[in-house]
């Protein structure tokens, strides 16, 4: 199964920018689709961002315009550039990979805390 791993979370302030990434164990140049998701305390994850490999991105509606998916496949990493942070951002971020078939897998998440 593929392992995937988040980083660059922290503390940032309202308005601020923080760069996700999510790096798998296998490579994700074949047919892999590459999700956000997030949840923050005693909420249900929801759906963030997500990525085809033909470069296909989709957003929920509340980080439109704020937050940029990207990937690079040669780097086996999948990018959330968050700008213009908000306290409602504020949640454990998690990548999760579609493979062809179906089958999903999630990373062990990341932390992000928005306040002043």
């Known amino acids: 199964q593929v392992q995937l791993v988040e980083s660059g979370g922290g503390l940032v302030q309202p308005g601020g920018s923080l760069r996700l990434s999510c790096t798998a164990s296998t490579s994700i140049s074949s047919m892999y689709i590459i999700n956000w998701y997030r949840q923050a305390p005693g909420k249900q994850r929801e759906f963030v961002a997500r990525?085809?490999?033909?470069?296909?991105?989709a957003y929920t509606d509340s980080v439109k315009g704020r937050f940029t998916i990207s990937r690079d496949n040669a780097k086996n990493t999948v990018y959330l550039q968050m700008d213009s942070l908000k306290p409602e951002d504020t949640a454990v971020y998690y990548c999760k990979s579609d493979d062809p078939y179906g089958r999903a897998s999630w990373g062990q998440g990341t932390q992000v805390t928005v306040s002043s």
């Open positions: 990525i085809r490999n033909n470069g296909g991105i």
